[in-house]
Structures are given as structure tokens and as C-alpha cells.
T-cell receptor, first 114, second 115 residues
Framework: DQQVKQNSPSLSVQEGRISILNCDYT??????FLWYKKYPAEGPTFLIS?????DKNEDGRFTVFLNKSAKHLSLHIVPSQPGDSAVYFC?????????????FGGGTRVLVKP | NAGVMQNPRHLVRRRGQEARLRCSPM?????VYWYRQLPEEGLKFMVY????????ESGMPKERFSAEFPKEGPSILRIQQVVRGDSAAYFC?????????????FGAGTRLSVL
């Protein structure tokens, strides 16, 4: 039972354009969402997060949007840079879950072409 | 300020041997999480520990797997009698305290290969 899904396994975008990554979840108890970026042979690196009381959070080139009614969130990267080429994971946690354990999506591999 | 340290980075074991994976959390962090990533998949939660306590082990297989986080020293994930299906990347994360909004910081992982 996959509670967090990233339906696009890969995304190719031109440098300077916008990258849009999508994530859907099924567990209505999730109330905190995070995006991580991962390079090969490295651990995930935190990018940006959003609480369920908000619908948007912005940090530099990264913006996360949350649509609770649709159980959907997206990550916008603009402008995309070659260094953004990596695998991006969406993660979620539930308010009553002990210890804030994260449930991850399967990841989206982004390739930014120069 | 060192990040989360995991060792070894790569570990090769034959079927039936034991694997010990170590994780030192970031300085000041007392919460440790272990996740496993199978090839081409996302990370799956295994266990959450605080010093000397297992808080949530709902993601850990009931047999052969164990975890500890002693008062002194790193957290250890132990896999006894490894099988080929245990081959994966194992990531440790730490956070300063429990609570919503606390970011988990990940180590570089240990890649376990079972021959």
C-alpha cells in the first residue's frame, strides 16, 4: 500500500526553464510534507517543507504547493540549473505518528539539460 | 560541525553472515531513524530510536534485524544471517528532538551487498 506516490519516474527540462515535480498521498493523517534531493551514492538532502496549515512555501528557487483537498503537492524549481539534476523524493509524516517517521514516494529523476 | 556519519560506506557479506551498520548522529541530536532503500525504490522506514530506547520499530522485519542506540557510542543496525534480499542501501537520519517540523538529516548511507 503506497501512501505516497510520485507518478513520474523521470523528468527532463531545459536549463533556465521550470521543473514541476508532483506527489500524491492517500493518508489523510499526513500533516507535514518534505522534499529531499538525492545524488548518486549520497544521502538525501533536505530541500523544503510545508505544513498542512499552509498551501505554499517558498525558498529561493524552490516553491512547494499543497492542495489538501486533492491530497496533492508539487515542487517547482525555477529557473532549473544543471546542478539540479538528481532524484527528488517527496516525504510525509502524520501528526500522531510517534517520532515523526517519514513515508517516502518512489522518487522522480530530474535531468536538466544545458 | 559534522553531519550524520555512517560506516562502513560499503559492506559485502556472504549469505548467513552478520552485518553491522553504524550511525553517529549530528552533534546535539538525540533521535535516530533508520531507512532502507531497495534499488529503484524510495526509502522505507525501519526503526526510530532515542538514547537507550526503541520508540518505533514498526518498519523493521521481526526476525534477524535489531537496532540499538546506547547511551555512549553510535547507533547500530544489526542484521543476522543475511540473505540476498537484504542487499540495499541503509540510511540513517537524525533530528534534534521529536516533533512536527523537525527536519531529519541523512547520512551518506551504507550499501550492503550480500553474495
Amino acid at each position: 500500500d503506497q501512501q505516497v506516490k510520485q507518478n513520474s519516474p523521470s523528468l527532463s527540462v531545459q536549463e533556465g526553464r521550470i521543473s514541476i515535480l508532483n506527489c500524491d498521498y492517500t493518508n489523510s493523517m499526513f500533516d507535514y510534507f518534505l522534499w529531499y534531493k538525492k545524488y548518486p551514492a549520497e544521502g538525501p538532502t533536505f530541500l523544503i517543507s510545508i505544513s498542512s496549515i499552509k498551501d505554499k512555501n517558498e525558498d529561493g528557487r524552490f516553491t512547494v504547493f499543497l492542495n489538501k483537498s486533492a491530497k496533492h503537492l508539487s515542487l517547482h524549481i525555477v529557473p532549473s540549473q544543471p546542478g539540479d539534476s538528481a532524484v527528488y523524493f517527496c516525504a510525509a509524516s502524520a501528526i500522531k505518528a510517534a517520532g515523526n517517521k517519514l513515508t517516502f514516494g518512489g522518487g522522480t529523476r530530474v535531468l536538466v539539460k544545458p | 560541525n559534522a553531519g550524520v556519519m555512517q560506516n562502513p560506506r560499503h559492506l559485502v557479506r556472504r549469505r548467513g553472515q552478520e552485518a553491522r551498520l553504524r550511525c553517529s548522529p549530528m552533534k546535539g541530536h538525540s533521535h535516530v531513524y533508520w531507512y532502507r532503500q531497495l534499488p529503484e525504490e524510495g526509502l522505507k522506514f525501519m526503526v526510530y530510536l532515542q538514547k537507550e530506547n526503541i520508540i518505533d520499530e514498526s518498519g523493521m522485519p521481526k526476525e534477524r534485524f535489531s537496532a540499538e542506540f546506547p547511551k555512549e557510542g553510535p547507533s547500530i543496525l544489526r542484521i543476522q544471517q543475511v540473505v540476498r534480499g537484504d542487499s540495499a542501501a541503509y540510511f540513517c537520519a537524525s533530528s534534534p528532538r521529536e516533533g512536527r517540523g523537525d527536519i531529519q538529516y541523512f547520512g551518506a548511507g551504507t550499501r550492503l551487498s550480500v553474495l
